[in-house]
């Protein structure tokens, strides 16, 4: 197996296709990456941005460059010695329009006698053997049209079967007869009857586990590495699938036993199963610990006090019990369909539970979605995890007393890994995880924004560097080859977004101040998200009015509070368009944001550079989200996939390899330098990085020192840095080393190793990278 020692990853599309990333390669290559690493490549929907919605597994989308475009850019790679990684979607197909998907066309003509129904996870009973496509804006037919042996609403196209049309019978007779119904859109909630990929009607869910479903969706994909052009694959979200672990397997097949890297959030101190055909992670997990370390703790008590100001309360908001409330209400809202499917599959149980027939919902169901409220982990694997049903149970009964015993009816049947609703349950419980905490809560705990990214449990405000240092050492032993991130295209903020907002953390009393300032000037009604609005706008700043906008109105909507994406309240948004106006437009709003970004500014940037420089030389595989070799500042997507300058860190790139020494400044070119030095040493020299071990630092600024032993490397970081300013700076703080020569990659110094005084070693920037000195001597191409 091929393990990258780093990858950079390219949002491939219409406007950014394969060829364009073969011409960029030698760029990467240059930057000192060694995978190219593409977002998904088979055919999408017409106009995906993402990719995310296949609609044809047996090509590579003519729209991102086809199958010419993939011989390309793999061939550039090849020549450059560099690697190729692709993400793949298993769990599900785009079915927005419906005849640009040839199986699930298939389907809405021949119904449950197509070959293709197998594929798709569909509940033909409780559709009365027809298959529901919430399309309509009510419940009327009225619109329904016959064109061209087609029955039309409005641009919706939908196939008809054969012999149901020839009587001259009206379209909605005609529809009547066809196997499908289509509904209104809001009956979707409840009475959907195919699985989806969260709560997306738009992309259905498939059946991977069934063998020709897999081998089908999968020949293009094994063919890329039986033709060798590619090396690796990430797995887009396996928790939706019945079977994770066989289905790796399966791949593993496939592929040789090339390397796989699997999207799974783990929550708390879970860990991946180590039984899986998997070399790690897609790197959130890394990504939490590199931000908690740089979040200053003492700044916990006053943000949760002006937290509770905002919120109007007396205590502090509890986080598990937020994100209960909130998953149990997806569970009984947009979700709904998937907890009435799993009643069903219970079958004969349900009745022995079953409320009153008058009951708005059924003890079962109650009980189901109750268990999904209370589940602390994405999803078990039966039989791994089991204990994660019964702590759920527990928490769930403490809860609600009065589902006891339906509660305890549903347990033994949850635990058995062949039930087909022990499977189901499985399943479901990441959506409503996903759906309950990323996309709803994270928008309402608003306290420091940097906490509530993908992959972290805001509830931990903080880590020390003795607990940093533990977990890379588990990684280190566990997944050394799993993927670490900073910056991908599902994060709610960019790397250096949250580097900014983390200041705040040092500075509560001050940011509190500016924000009753912004909060009169614009008023919103709404404290906490005024609190999430500003912060972005001071991460991303300067940000267009166009992107503020935009992600105000997504994080509003997603919060859900105030306004929603079902039932926009115009005048609260009107308020909320005001208030990013306000930064543009109002001189004294304009004066308070520039106050506090002359307060932290700078010690983002240090933030900034020490997250990079820890990110790319700790344990694991480090990733490069296009462009983040300079400073990253967007926002949630689509946002975060913007086009990148590459013709710009082209020119940076070359300055900086013909002996320039950027300073820290709004060009992010520093940020350039630390990322090319430290992907070139771990590409170039994988033999010095052979072990982790902190390393301690001395004197009356240590705690401001983040520093870590790869053997020979050693990462020297600066952490609290307004702290560090306000204690007076390093004075004698100081590191020991071996007592041999080393050099700082970054700035070419020399030390002459054993102890050294960190106001020397951060003399230029607030990160060092050393080496011994003879690296440098014979030749590395490190440095240039």
Not at 162 to 177: C, I
Not at 372 to 380: E, G, H, I, K
Not at 430 to 445: I, L, N, P, Q, S
Request: aromatic share 8%; hydrophobic share 40%.
């Amino acid at each position: 197996m091929r393990i990258p020692r780093s990858t950079y990853r390219l949002q491939i599309r219409e406007s950014f296709d394969l060829n364009a990333a073969a011409n960029i390669a030698e760029y990467v290559r240059d930057l000192g990456a060694d995978w190219l690493y593409f977002s998904p490549l088979l055919t999408a929907e017409a106009g995906s941005d993402h990719g995310y919605d296949v609609t044809d597994h047996s090509r590579v989308d003519p729209a991102r460059g086809g199958e010419a475009g993939l011989d390309a850019a793999s061939a550039a790679a090849r020549s450059l010695g560099l690697g190729v990684l692709v993400d793949i979607v298993p769990n599900h197909v785009g079915v927005q329009t419906p005849h640009q998907n040839a199986w699930w066309w298939d389907v809405l003509t021949h119904g449950q006698a197509s070959r293709y129904a197998e594929a798709f996870d569909i509940d033909w009973e409780f559709g009365n053997g027809r298959l529901r496509i919430p399309v309509l804006g009510d419940d009327s037919l009225d619109d329904l049209e016959i064109v061209d042996g087609e029955l039309r609403y409005f641009d919706n196209r939908f196939p008809i079967a054969p012999g149901t049309a020839d009587d001259g019978a009206s379209p909605r007779e005609v529809h009547s007869r066809q196997h499908f119904e289509l509904i209104d859109w809001r009956r979707a909630d409840a009475e959907l009857n195919y699985r989806r990929f969260f709560a997306v009607n738009s992309l259905a869910g498939i059946r991977v586990e069934i063998p020709w479903v897999f081998e089908e969706s999968h020949a293009e994909i094994a063919r890329w590495f039986r033709d060798g052009l590619v090396d690796g694959l990430r797995v887009d979200h396996p928790d939706g699938l019945a079977d994770p672990a066989g289905y790796l397997d399966d791949l593993a097949k496939a592929t040789g036993d090339s390397y796989v890297l699997v999207e799974k959030i783990l929550e708390g101190d879970e860990q991946l199963p180590t039984s899986w055909a998997t070399a790690g992670t897609t790197g959130y997990d890394a990504l939490a610990d590199v931000d908690r370390v740089l979040v200053d703790p003492a700044g916990r008590s006053a943000l949760d006090e002006l937290d509770r100001r905002l919120r109007g309360t007396d205590s502090t908001v509890s986080w598990s019990g937020l994100i209960h409330d909130t998953k149990r209400a997806i569970a009984d809202g947009i979700l709904r369909s998937e907890v009435l499917r799993l009643e069903r599959d219970l079958g004969r149980s349900v009745e022995a539970v079953e409320a009153d027939e008058g009951s708005a919902i059924s003890s079962t169901a109650d009980a189901l979605a109750e268990l999904l409220a209370c589940f602390a982990v994405y999803r078990s694997y039966l039989p791994l995890g089991l204990e994660h049903l019964h702590d759920a149970a527990r928490l769930a009964i403490s809860h609600r007393a009065d589902l006891t015993d339906a509660i305890g009816d549903l347990v033994p049947i949850l635990s058995d890994p062949d039930h087909p609703a022990a499977i189901r349950f499985q399943q479901t419980s990441g959506m409503v995880m996903a759906k309950g905490v990323e996309d709803t809560a994270f928008y309402r705990y608003t306290r420091l924004g940097s906490l509530t990214e993908v992959g972290a449990d805001p509830s931990e405000f903080s880590i020390g560097t003795a607990e940093f240092h533990r977990r890379q050492q588990l990684r280190q032993a566990s997944f050394p080859a799993s993927l670490t991130t900073l910056s991908t295209h599902d994060t709610k903020r960019g790397e250096d977004v949250r580097a900014r907002i983390s200041v705040l953390a040092e500075i509560p009393g001050e940011w509190e101040s500016a924000l009753d300032r912004l909060r009169e000037a614009a008023p919103l009604g709404d404290g906490p998200l005024e609190a999430l609005l500003w912060e972005a706008i001071v991460g991303a700043w300067p940000a267009s009015r166009e992107r503020l906008h935009a992600y105000a109105e997504k994080a509003a909507r997603e919060a859900g509070n105030s306004t929603a994406w079902d039932a926009p309240r115009e005048a609260f948004e009107q308020r909320m368009h005001d208030l990013v106006d306000s930064a543009f437009d109002d001189p004294a709003v304009t004066a308070v944001i520039e106050e506090v970004l002359d307060r932290v500014r700078a010690a983002g940037w240090s933030n900034s550079l020490s997250a990079k420089l820890i990110q790319l030389t700790a344990p694991g595989v480090p990733d490069v989200y296009q462009g983040s070799e300079l400073w990253e500042t967007s926002l949630v997507d689509p946002d975060n996939r913007r086009p990148v300058d590459f013709d710009e860190r082209r020119l940076y790139l070359a300055a900086i390899d013909a002996g320039a020494h950027p300073p820290v400044d709004e060009s992010g070119a520093a940020k350039l330098l630390v990322t090319s030095r430290a992907l070139r040493l771990r590409r170039d020299h994988p033999e010095l990085f052979s072990r982790y071990a902190p390393l301690p630092a001395f004197g009356p600024a240590a705690r401001h020192v983040l520093a870590f032993d790869r053997g020979d490397v050693v990462t020297v970081s600066t952490r609290l840095p307004l702290g560090l300013e306000l204690a007076g700076g390093w004075g004698a703080t100081s590191i020991i080393l071996a007592g041999r020569p080393v050099v700082d990659v970054l700035t070419g110094t020399e030390f002459p190793g054993g102890e050294l005084r960190l106001v020397e070693v951060f003399a230029r920037y607030p990160v060092a990278l050393f080496v011994p000195s003879e690296l440098l001597a014979t030749g590395s191409t490190v440095g240039s």
